[in-house]
Every structure is written in C-alpha cells, then in structure tokens.
C-alpha cells in the first residue's frame, strides 16, 4: 500500500520508517541520535535507512528532525530519546541522566 504525502510523492506504507529525501536538508541530526546509527547519506546527498528492519521504533529521529522529514510508525517505547536536543543541554548542566529506561 502506498499513501501520497503532501508534496505529492509516494511513501512505502509497509516500511516502519522512511526519511523523504525531497523534505530531507542533509543536516545529519537523525544520524546522530539514532542509537543504532541507521540513517547513512546516499548518493544524493540526503539521509535514507537502507535496514528499516532494523529499526527498534524508539523514534528519536522523527522527533528530532527539524524539518518532518522521517515519518515512523511509532510504537511507544520508553520515550528516552523522545528530544534529544533538550536532554543534551541538560546533561551539559549535570541534569541528563538517562537512568535506566534508556532503549539504546
């Protein structure tokens, strides 16, 4: 099954996740908090997951990308990596201890 997203392009409804290479600016933030470091640049230049298999749904980087571009059939997980951004600061002020619900 395909859906068409709103710039009109054709998204795998199968895969649990997709990174849509028109929306995707190259910033790299989704590689970074990605506990598994699934999303590599391609030929392109853009960010694609080439094992969506290997996705564990933790959804730090649809969370965290600044511009929508990863679209995730997200389950809940424990939500530690639900904003990146906000736990690096704290963790920068001694305030960032995952603990142990961390699912990476």
């Avoid at 068409?4 to 895969?15: C, G, Q, R």
């Avoid at 600016?25 to 908090?33: F, L």
């Avoid at 389950?75 to 990596?81: A, H, P, S, T, W």
Wanted: proline residues 6%; glycine residues 8%.
């Amino acid at each position: 099954m395909e859906i068409t997203n709103l710039i009109n392009e054709n998204i795998d409804t199968n895969a649990k996740i997709y990174i849509n290479p028109s929306l995707c600016i190259s910033c790299g933030i989704c590689v970074e908090v990605c506990p598994f470091g699934l999303p590599e640049r391609n030929s392109e230049n853009k960010y694609e997951i080439p094992r969506p298999d290997l996705c564990t749904e933790c959804s730090a980087c649809s969370r965290n990308c600044p511009v929508e571009a990863i679209f995730l059939k997200e389950v809940k997980g424990c939500g530690c990596l639900w904003n990146v951004k906000a736990r690096l600061k704290s963790k920068s002020d001694g305030n960032g201890d995952c603990g142990d619900n961390c699912c990476g």
